[in-house]
């Protein structure tokens, strides 16, 4: 079995940082593309950001020049480093994960995390 949890949340005033982790737990061989995601109350969950195995990334508009998606391979952890937050980035930020490989050959789709709550006060 593959989970991932993330950690990191928080309050934070406005201005400020934090960073999240996402770690994958289980016997994993490889992970394809990991992304973050977010939903804020009464909202629908958005795209904030991607990566690719090989590190390509991408950002939705409202984050760019912000926000910064990394990731350790060797530790199957994704990272979202987010600076210069605003009140409207707050909301539960989840993981995600494309398609894992456990070391046993078996092939999972479409994996989440539970969610971290972000909060940043004005």
């Known amino acids: 079995q593959v989970q991932l949890v993330e950690s990191g949340g928080g309050l934070v005033q406005a201005g400020g940082s934090l960073r999240l982790s996402c770690a994958a737990s289980?016997?994993?061989?490889?992970?394809?593309?990991m992304a973050w995601y977010r939903q804020a109350p009464g909202k629908q969950r958005e795209l904030v950001a991607t990566?690719?195995?090989?590190?390509?990334?991408n950002y939705g508009d409202s984050v760019k020049g912000r926000f910064t998606i990394s990731r350790d391979n060797a530790k199957n952890t994704v990272y979202l480093q987010m600076n210069s937050l605003k009140p409207e980035d707050t909301a539960v930020y989840y993981c995600?994960?494309?398609?894992?490989?456990?070391?046993?050959?078996?092939?999972?789709?479409?994996?989440w995390g539970q969610g971290t709550q972000v909060t940043v006060s004005s």
């Open positions: 995600n994960a494309n398609r894992v490989v456990t070391t046993r050959g078996v092939s999972y789709s479409g994996i």
């Open positions: 289980g016997s994993i061989s490889s992970i394809n593309a």
């Open positions: 990566i690719s195995s090989g590190g390509s990334t």
